[in-house]
């Protein structure tokens, strides 16, 4: 993405269009093409690890100075009158005025945000990434042309959650040392390190009343609402021609000891800030590449073994030397982008969240992630998501969730065992894992089928008629409430059922237990029969949702179509 000055010059338009960069721990960094953040849910360091995402820096003002005087780069709309904690005093020039929009000339995504500045003829670019693994970004300010300027950086600190009023008290106590300063932010957030190849003056100063509008996906209608950020100090460096100025943020004060062990800096580690964050530069480049690499390999062979499936004129689709996926191919590119954003590590566990930043982790949709995983032949995290959820199992069932503060497993109906079944099988067909089949997916699995069977906690348990029962809880939402309490045969579990038992029955073949697939299999068959009988409404030519005591659901739900579509067919 490239955006020049017609879009920059445009408030509305620049301030509208977003960026977002992952770490890959659940924490991230984002903005506005603009430079600046306007909803309360973006900011440059999103720290994520601990589970518990925070905010802790909300942004960055930037000024040049030099012979032709100062020059504003910051773009953020004017805020309330800074203070020192006493009386208002004047606006600070880091309180976020908006000349620099006017001179932006130029942002795109190359893989990540650059911007360009034109400061009365020296063009300054800045560059942000995010450190893959740890709360950390890293800022590169590079002089391209024109006189030598200094350049000050004025960090906005807070410690919230993103999308959260204003939370943890700020104290803002500093420690510094050459190269390196450490800001206490709030009792119970982590610090925030910042490292710098310039000097940082304190300052303690307060900027009140920065605009914070919600997120557009929070519920409720929430109305824009104001908090206070802190800037600690400012970083200032000199840019002229050949020099760099760079600062890295960081939720864990041990990142670059952490980085060496990696041998992410290379061997020997380097001596000076300007090349670990080259060094880093060029890790996470490569990094992206590979991810994007793999994925267009392994969206073609799976597209070859589709073909070669097939047979007849396919087959020899399948045979061909090009690649039937393009290196530029959009929709592999995109989902391969959207993996990569929702994957976080949780503990030992790896795991997808809905969103970022402070996406909740759904065991349904991660479970659904794992297969579009599969497809793309990542075969090792996928094992590991699965591993994951296979240690969670409790009496039959997996976790719906995770809780937010704390971690625990949340349990709910059996959608989330079911997914688990499907994306089991999928994984142990594509890879070919047979020891992980054998030693750890297959009884897992069984023990999940049986305590189904038998029953389990909230309402599910398999009816007389071999269709499984669960709770109101498992209806579509507006339908639960209506219909109250008592036992429902869910059209989409009941589907998902069918092919845990075809799942179960192949993976049994695939071990050479010939009584077991037998079993399933005769299983899947009558319960098909017992599914079309019960759910099929000929009338109106559909599925009812869900059957209780008090008849038929005539509703249809998006869950019924992802259920009906995987093979091998339910319906006719």
């Given at each position: 993405m490239r955006l020049g000055q017609d879009v920059l010059s445009d408030p509305a338009r620049a301030l509208a269009a977003e960026w977002l960069l992952p770490n890959g721990v659940g924490g991230s960094s984002s903005g506005t093409v603009a430079g600046t953040v306007t909803r309360d849910t973006q900011g440059l360091l999103v720290a994520g690890a601990s589970g518990r995402p925070l905010v802790l820096l909300l942004r960055l003002d930037e000024r040049a100075s030099g012979e032709l005087g100062a020059f504003d780069l910051a773009c953020a709309p004017a805020a309330g009158p800074a203070s020192t904690g006493g009386a208002p005093r004047r606006e600070a020039p880091w309180s976020g005025r908006a000349q620099g929009r006017a001179r932006l000339e130029e942002f795109r995504l190359d893989p990540w945000p650059v911007w360009l500045w034109n400061a009365a003829g020296t063009l300054i670019e800045k560059t942000l990434f995010t450190i893959s693994g740890h709360d950390a970004i890293a800022i590169a300010y590079r002089h391209l042309a024109g006189p030598p300027v200094h350049l000050a950086a004025s960090p906005l600190c807070v410690a919230r959650g993103p999308g959260a009023p204003p939370g943890l008290p700020v104290s803002g106590a500093i420690q510094g040392m050459p190269g390196r300063v450490r800001i206490e932010l709030a009792a119970g957030a982590p610090s925030l390190s910042l490292w710098h190849n310039g000097t940082f003056l304190p300052a303690r100063v307060w900027v009140r009343g920065l605009a914070c509008e919600p997120d557009p996906r929070a519920r409720g209608g929430a109305a824009p609402r104001h908090e206070d950020a802190l800037v600690p100090g400012h970083a200032e460096g000199l840019l002229a021609p050949g020099r760099f100025f760079h600062l890295v943020f960081a939720a864990e004060d041990g990142l670059f000891r952490a980085l060496a062990a990696e041998e992410r800096l290379g061997v020997p580690p380097p001596r000076t800030l300007a090349d670990c964050v080259a060094a880093l530069e060029e890790s996470e480049r490569d990094r992206l590449a590979r991810w994007r690499r793999g994925a267009l390999d392994g969206a073609d062979f799976t597209t070859r073994q589709a073909a070669a499936a097939h047979g007849g004129s396919a087959a020899e689709i399948a045979r061909r030397r090009e690649p039937l996926v393009r290196g530029d191919d959009a929709t592999v590119l995109r989902l391969a982008c959207a993996l990569r954003g929702g994957l976080v590590r949780r503990g030992s566990r790896r795991t997808f969240v809905s969103s970022l930043p402070g996406g909740a982790e759904r065991g349904v949709e991660v479970l659904q992630s794992v297969q579009t995983l599969i497809t793309l032949r990542g075969f090792d995290l996928a094992r590991d998501i699965l591993r994951g959820y296979l240690e969670y199992l409790d009496e039959g069932l997996a976790p719906v969730g995770f809780d937010a503060a704390d971690g625990r497993p949340l349990y709910g109906g059996p959608a989330t065992s079911l997914w688990?079944?499907?994306?089991?099988?999928?994984?142990?067909?594509?890879?070919?894992?047979?020891?992980?089949?054998?030693?750890?997916?297959?009884?897992?699995?069984?023990?999940?089928?049986?305590?189904?069977?038998?029953?389990?906690?909230?309402?599910?348990?398999?009816?007389?008629?071999?269709?499984?029962?669960?709770?109101?809880?498992?209806?579509?939402k507006d339908e639960g409430a209506a219909r109250g309490g008592g036992e429902w045969k869910v059209a989409d579990l009941n589907a998902l059922w069918y092919h845990a038992l075809v799942a179960m029955a192949q993976l049994s073949r695939q071990l050479a237990r010939r009584e077991h697939a037998a079993f399933y299999l005769a299983w899947a068959h009558e319960h098909q029969k017992r599914f079309l009988e019960t759910f099929w409404d000929a009338e109106r030519a559909c599925l009812h949702d869900a059957i209780g005591e008090s008849g038929p659901l005539h509703t249809l739900s998006p869950s019924q179509l992802l259920a009906v579509s995987l093979p091998p067919a339910l319906l006719a």
């Open positions: 688990l079944v499907a994306a089991g099988d999928l994984y142990a067909r594509r890879s070919g894992d047979r020891a992980f089949l054998g030693d750890v997916l297959h009884p897992a699995l069984e023990g999940v089928m049986q305590a189904l069977r038998q029953g389990t906690r909230h309402g599910v348990r398999t009816a007389p008629d071999g269709l499984l029962v669960s709770g109101a809880a498992d209806l579509p």
